[in-house]
């Protein structure tokens, strides 16, 4: 081993539990104003009984790593939905770096792709996973809740056009 390679681990091994307890604290705190950003949203459209679910951060050095939370709801037209949102770093192809992001995840699967056209160049798209992602760049004031509930203002603007569900 290299006497830099050794300074390194040594420096790791001593400071390893801290570093992991900053990052744990990091997430939570993301995740808790996510969170917070759906649970305060007044207006939802046709989209009835949500769910806010507990998601776990995670990634790998391929797809950049994520915050996300998760949500699961049925319109007043019968069609269920799962939203995936959070924050990505080193997202493939994003425009920035960190991105604030919002999907629909499995469902419904005929929204899972649509076409994009930016208004405003602040909100783009990228096609990731089999689905389209919408992505804006994080804030510079750090107000997630802004950034989310634009993405998902054309999220639900999309399950306006679902016709009525076959039961």
């Known amino acids: 081993m290299s006497d830099a390679l050794d300074a390194f681990l040594k420096e790791g091994f001593s400071t390893y539990a801290e570093a992991k307890a900053v990052v744990k604290t990091f997430e939570e705190e993301v995740q808790g104003r996510l969170k917070g950003a759906l649970a305060s949203r007044r207006d939802w459209g046709i989209l009835k009984e949500r769910k806010i679910k507990d998601a776990r951060p ?71 996973f089999g689905g389209t992602i919408l992505q804006s760049p994080l804030p510079a004031n750090l107000d997630l809740a802004s950034a989310l509930n634009s993405e998902l203002d054309i999220l639900l603007g999309l399950l306006r056009s679902l016709k009525r569900a076959e039961r």
């Open 58 to 128: 995670g990634g790998e050095a391929n797809y950049g790593w994520w915050i996300p939370v998760y949500m699961v709801g049925s319109t007043t037209t019968g069609h269920a939905v799962d939203i995936d949102a959070g924050v990505w770093w080193q997202a493939p192809n994003a425009a920035h770096d960190p991105i604030v992001y919002a999907s629909f995840d499995t469902k419904p699967k005929s929204l899972l792709t649509f076409d994009f056209e930016p208004t405003d160049g602040r909100i783009t798209s990228l096609s990731q």
